[in-house]
């Protein structure tokens, strides 16, 4: 039975017993409540032949005919859109182009004061006119986004801002096939085919309370050339074998809709803005801080909550010690005392049996693991750490200072690792590079593009001991616009020095589970469709698209080449043996003056 | 927290100049069994503050016979050594807290993690 429908199936033992049902049955007159009610029987080829559309979307295809197709097609300009076309390619994005009114990817909405230069262009006039002649609206759209989708390019399920919009939305989709797919809050999902020249249609629920998206893929599963509708994508894989793979190419979408001026009063509250729903707009991104304050601010929710929350699957993604600090502390005499700050897992604390080591972290979660691991650690903030002056042997700091949010900060921490150092102590600092390519070697995080999740992966070692003088310059990177920091997509090159890097979580694995059964490789996934088995029998998107992993985002504060050294330069008492860079990172190691000045 | 760590642990609330040793206010304390290494409980020696092992070991009741002062060429006095040992590496302050001497603040202890994180106006 489909809930909400007045229809079921019904499935007897033999055609026999069907047969006799519809004879006894079809056409027969109930009585429901007051009312009569005559149910009608019929055959179907198969249960699942049809899943109806969701309320209120009609598909009708053959909208326009190939040259109207290649009119509208040459009628777009790209040539102003999405101003950094080199940054949407790098981020593999689609394109998008907007007339009459812009909408805003960052708060989900329309500027119903500033309207767009150009309107939508005349070249769709005639189609729009057929619309209202064919009754599917009755005004006139003011506002045209264009979306072109390549191959393996998408968009996350949303429904369209009710405030923004009128309920009528139109997408006619020139070029290429795709699938389409529509969710409902009770979890049904029904895949729509939309051929090139298609016109789709939204309204009432399945623009109001339906989210619509396109899985980001190369290939789609489809029903195998039933000339007469393709667009109903029969669920069962198990039961047709009459499905296919359709290649994905490039596909224009032209989204027509009204822009609404008064707030929307739909029948569906619990998807709508203007009634009370919380609004989708992206949560706004945070800006570079100027103060302590604001600092600390951003590193309790940038780094120190997404420590805490993902300290299980982090700690199982760090787990070989990088064999350059491992050098540094085995280089240490026994019955040396090393502070580790910022310990994370405790990975270097049982490195070397001679040394009396201690870590802290600020993160409890982290310090939690180094427990069960048997070593000692507290948990305080590098900026203040809990241990007297000058009675460490030696420190390490490693991939920690990239998380001060300020220069002010990053040299408080550095202050403090010396602050603990005996004379002649040293201490070890490595910090992420925003150089991630060196002596035109690129880095392993570079490289490696098939990984789990790879932004989980941070720089890995690799011994490459440069000889390397300190720059005296640095380099006018571009700075953050409006200070505003933007997120890092994993595996490219850094552009600029203050950014969020994600991080994709999964459920933590702890130490001694195989590393290779750390989750599936998220490309391969995108490639197949995978059968679920669940109650709906849908062709549903592979896992990671249709049950979203969370996401959290670290702040970094990225080096350049120099940048730590000068830093280091800053701190009195304290001259830099040497500086190297390491698969990615920036290294210094310090030593601490035999005398103290004073 | 073993008792190596506390004896490198000192308060740093803010305007606190004798912050260190901190008192150990223990409500679980457990006992481990760690492979005696003298060697290396001979090196540890001359880092510690040995006033401060000789009053936490007060304030735990695990005291027992150790001397007041450090005892000379304790380096080949095996005896000594596992008292060292012992106190040291063996007995771990499980839940508890640590307090400043001066201030009176007081850190928490939890699952023999010390949490020694200040607020904002204590930093």
Redesign the interface.
């Known amino acids: 039975m489909h809930p909400h429908k007045p229809y079921a199936f019904v499935t007897y033992r033999s055609e026999e017993c069907a047969r006799k049902a519809h004879v006894h049955l079809n056409g027969e007159k109930l009585q429901c409540g007051g009312n009569s009610v005559t149910l009608y029987l019929s055959f179907v080829d198969s249960e699942e032949a049809s899943v109806p559309l969701p309320e209120g979307l009609v598909l009708v295809e053959d909208f326009v005919s190939p040259e109207e197709e290649a009119q509208l097609l040459a009628a777009i300009d790209w040539s102003s859109a999405n101003d950094d076309i080199t940054a949407q390619k790098a981020l593999k994005h689609r394109r998008v182009k907007h007339y009459g009114f812009e909408f805003r990817y960052d708060n989900n909405n329309v500027d119903k004061d500033k309207p767009l230069p150009a309107g939508i262009p005349q070249e769709c006039l005639p189609a729009l006119e057929l619309c209202v002649r064919n009754k599917h609206i009755n005004i006139m759209p003011d506002q045209l986004t264009v979306n072109q989708y390549e191959s393996g390019q998408g968009i996350p399920p949303h429904v369209d801002t009710h405030s923004a919009f009128e309920d009528t939305i139109m997408s006619l989709s020139l070029g290429a096939q795709t699938v389409m797919e529509f969710r409902h809050p009770d979890g049904r999902l029904v895949p729509v085919v939309l051929p090139g020249r298609s016109l789709l249609v939204m309204k009432g629920e399945s623009r109001y309370l339906w989210t619509h998206g396109i899985t980001p893929r190369k290939f789609d599963t489809v029903p195998a050339c039933d000339p007469q509708s393709p667009a109903l994508t029969p669920p069962d894989v198990r039961t047709h074998s009459n499905l296919t793979l359709s290649k994905r190419g490039t596909r224009t979408s032209l989204t027509f809709r009204k822009i609404r001026h008064e707030p929307c009063r739909c029948a569906f509250p619990s998807a709508c803005d203007s009634q009370g729903a919380p609004s989708t707009s992206p949560p706004s991104p945070p800006s570079l801080p100027r103060c302590h304050d604001d600092a600390a601010q951003l590193e309790e929710e940038y780094v120190h909550r997404v420590y805490d929350a993902i300290a299980s699957h982090f700690s199982s993604t760090r787990h070989s010690p990088w064999p350059q600090v491992c050098h540094f502390l085995s280089s240490l005499p026994p019955g040396s005392v090393l502070a580790d700050v910022g310990c994370g897992n405790g990975k270097y604390l049982g490195v070397s049996t001679e040394v009396i080591a201690v870590g802290c972290d600020r993160s409890s979660a982290l310090i939690q693991i180094c427990a069960e691991r048997g070593f000692q650690a507290f948990v305080s903030d590098a900026l203040s750490v809990p241990l007297r002056s000058a009675t460490c042997d030696a420190c390490i700091s490693i991939a920690v200072i990239h998380h001060f949010s300020t220069q002010e900060r990053r040299l408080a921490a550095v202050r403090e690792l010396v602050r603990l150092l005996k004379p002649g102590g040293r201490a070890l600092i490595y910090v992420w590079a925003f150089e991630q390519e060196y002596n035109k070697q690129r880095s392993k995080y570079l490289k490696e593009q098939n990984k789990e999740h790879p932004e989980n992966h941070s720089p890995i070692n690799k011994a490459s001991e440069d000889s390397h003088r300190p720059v005296d310059n640095i380099q006018d990177v571009s700075k953050v616009t409006d200070g505003k920091l933007s997120v890092h997509t994993n595996r490219t090159s850094f552009n600029t020095q203050d950014l969020l890097v994600p991080w994709h979580l999964k459920e933590g694995k702890r130490q001694g589970e195989e590393e290779s059964g750390e989750g599936v490789k998220k490309e391969k996934r995108k490639e197949k469709s995978k059968n679920d088995d669940s109650a709906h029998n849908t062709t549903s998107a592979p896992k990671s698209e249709s049950s979203p992993v969370p996401v959290f985002h670290r702040y970094y504060h990225v080096f350049q080449q120099g940048e730590l050294e000068l830093l280091c330069g800053q701190v009195a008492g304290v001259k830099v043996q040497s500086s190297y860079h390491d698969q990615g990172n920036w290294c210094v190691i310090l030593e601490k003056d035999s005398i103290e000045m004073n | ?2 008792l ?2 506390h004896n ?5 609330v803010k305007g606190v100049t004798k912050g ?1 040793p901190l008192l150990i206010k223990a409500t679980e304390v457990k006992m481990n069994e760690v492979e005696f290494n003298p ?2 409980v001979s ?2 020696i ?2 510690l503050e040995w006033s401060a092992l000789v009053q936490a070991a007060d304030e735990l009741g695990q005291r027992q016979d150790l001397p007041g002062e450090l005892v000379p060429d304790y380096e080949k006095n095996e005896d000594f050594l596992k008292k060292v040992h012992r106190l040291l590496l063996e007995v771990e302050v499980i839940e508890g807290c640590l307090q400043c001497p001066e201030s009176g603040r007081e ?1 928490p202890i939890s ?8 607020s ?1 106006d204590e ?1």
């Open positions: 927290m073993k190596l760590t490198m642990l000192t308060s740093h260190y060697q290396f090196r540890m001359p880092k850190f699952r023999g993690i010390p949490n020694m994180l200040l904002e930093a």
